[in-house]
């Protein structure tokens, strides 16, 4: 029988807003599946966004939801998870919102280790504003602030997430649909702050911009440049070059911040 998303959906919020052949949705699905696979309850379940095409996200889904500030998602989940411990909190939001304005707020919610699960929609641009380039965005490519090519070099955000203290981070793409409920329920179990990447495709403001003429092209790229990483243990350095690699990228364990900071408030005499 098919899978029924529908019932995860908002009542009346279908059709949702993106483009045709944005990779959003995709993530939407990928997430729902995740929920649906460890029978997260709706009430005990919060996802949280900031602004821009892919904060889009949780206005659509029926559970305990916050549509925030610019940047901000880490901070406002930061608070529900404080005040809540006992709720699943999952962010969700695209790379400009999540590297450039939410940048601090990202670094320092990975140094945490706080319980919570960050899923970043990286296309490589500012959709909803225009097509601006991002801190993702890779050099040379090109934004509508940089016509003749993006002079930065590009973040690598699984990278950041484990230099700044994530316990857990992986990597899929919009293109592997059937990974991502996988990689999102792995770290919605993991104890500790986790990151999944998605590399994701923005066929209206990145894509024609710099020269794929369809979707199926972005889609293909994402396919070509992904390399799993047991597949990667038996490339030398040149084959690797210019690929990606993808599942879980790393995962260790540390002290969960609720939980220390459970431990401050008895040492100061607790809740009085
Ligand atoms: Fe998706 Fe890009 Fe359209 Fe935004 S502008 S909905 S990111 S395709
Ligand atoms: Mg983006």
């Known amino acids: 029988m098919a899978f029924d998303y529908e019932k995860f959906i908002r ?9 045709p052949g944005c990779g959003h949705g995709i993530v939407m699905k990928g997430l729902i599946r995740a929920m649906d696979s460890l029978n997260l309850k709706k009430e005990e ?41 006992e709720m699943n909190v999952i962010l969700v939001g695209g790379d400009g919102d999540g590297t450039a304005i939410g940048g601090n707020h990202f670094i320092h919610a990975c140094r945490r280790n ?12 500012y959709g909803m504003t225009g ?13 509508s602030t940089t016509p003749y090519g993006n ?18 981070v992986a990597r899929g793409t919009a293109f592997h649909a059937n ?25 209206t403001t990145y894509g024609r911009r710099n020269k794929f003429k ?18 990667a243990e038996k490339m030398t350095a040149e084959q690797l070059q210019g690929k990606v690699l993808t599942g879980v990228l790393h995962k260790v364990e540390r002290p969960e911040y609720c939980e220390e900071y459970a431990k401050v408030i008895e040492r100061a005499g607790g809740n009085k």
């Open 179 to 203: 990974q991502i409920d996988k990689l999102i329920a792995e770290a919605i179990q993991h104890k500790g702050f986790s990151v999944v990447e998605i590399l994701d495709d923005c066929p």
């Open 214 to 231: 369809s979707v199926v092209e972005m889609m293909n790229r994402l396919k070509e440049v992904a390399v799993p990483v047991k597949a």
């Open 114 to 125: 706080i319980n919570m699960t960050y899923i970043i929609m990286n296309n490589y641009i």
């Open 45 to 85: 379940t919060a996802i949280v966004s900031g602004i821009g095409c892919a904060s889009r996200l949780p206005g659509y889904i029926d559970c305990c939801t916050l549509h925030t500030a610019h940047g901000r998602a880490a901070a406002f989940a930061t608070g529900v998870k404080l005040a809540k411990p």
């Open 151 to 168: 002079p930065d070099p590009g973040f690598d955000v699984a990278k950041l997430a484990i230099g700044a203290g994530a316990t857990f």
């Open 131 to 143: 097509g601006q380039f991002s801190p993702c965005t890779p050099t040379g490519h090109k934004a």
């Open 11 to 19: 009542p009346g919020k279908l059709p949702h807003i993106w483009c």
